[in-house]
Every structure is written in structure tokens, then in C-alpha cells.
DNA sequence: CTGTTGACTGCTG
DNA sequence: TCAGCAGCCAACA
């Protein structure tokens, strides 16, 4: 098992997030070793859209259930993915956000 | 090689 | 309570 490069960690992390919960990049970063670096996780994840398998980006919020990054959705909007997964989203925000919340380190623990 | 940018977070005033 | 600033790391020009 060769080390995987970090963007490659953060998608598999990311493919690895149940259906119907939902994480931040805060905590994908801390998963990942990189704890302070949430904004390295947005910018990977803007490449997301070049990975393969796809990475269900729609599945990453910021740390206050916001979706910060539903406009870099092209075909589907990011909030329409989310309901479908049984979601709410009010406001751009998504509610009973801290209950839906997945932590990747207990993946890895 | 150097500087800028970015789907963020936490602290400070 | 709200607004502003600094920190973090990788990719791109």
C-alpha cells in the first residue's frame, strides 16, 4: 500500500462519507494530518471535479453547515443533491447540521 | 524560484 | 454580537 498523495486522500475520505451525513473541511484536514489547513481542502476539492471516482463534494460544508461551495457546482446544485439525500437545507445552511455531522477520524480510528 | 490565490477556521477587538 | 485579521498548505503563473 504506496502513500497515497494527499489530494488522493482527501477524495477517498471524502467517497467515504455516508449517505445522509455530511462533513467539514476542518475535519477532513484534521483526518488528513493537515488540522489547520480547511482551505487547502476547499481548493482540493475544486479539482474534485477531475477525480475519478467522483467525489461527492456536495457531502463537504464549512464548520457551520453552510454551503459555501454550491456554486461551484455546474450541472447539479449542490443543495438539490443534498436533499435528495434526505437533507434539509434552509437558507443556503443545512438544518440539524451538528446531528448529520460525520467525523472521518472515526473511520480512521 | 517567488508571489498570489483559494469550496476555511479561530482568535481578537 | 458582529467585523476584521492572521494562519495554514498546495497548485498555478
Keep these: 500500500m504506496a502513500n497515497k498523495d494527499l489530494v488522493d486522500l482527501v477524495y477517498d475520505l ?5 449517505v445522509g451525513s455530511v462533513t467539514t473541511y476542518g475535519l477532513i484536514a484534521n483526518a488528513v494530518g493537515l488540522k489547520s489547513s480547511a482551505r ?5 476539492m475544486n479539482h474534485a471535479h477531475d477525480a ?5 463534494a456536495h457531502r463537504v460544508v464549512n464548520r457551520n453547515g453552510l454551503l459555501t461551495g454550491k456554486h461551484h457546482f455546474k450541472k447539479s446544485s449542490m443543495q438539490t443533491l443534498l436533499e435528495a439525500e434526505g437533507h434539509v437545507i434552509v437558507n443556503d445552511q443545512i438544518q440539524d ?13
Excluded: A, H, Q, T
Aim: aromatic share 14%.
Design 40 to 44: 487547502l481542502i476547499g481548493y482540493i
Design 52 to 56: 475519478y471516482p467522483s467525489v461527492p
Design 97 to 109: 447540521f451538528k446531528n448529520k455531522l460525520w467525523d472521518p477520524m472515526s473511520l480512521l480510528e
Design 14 to 18: 471524502v467517497r467515504k462519507v455516508p
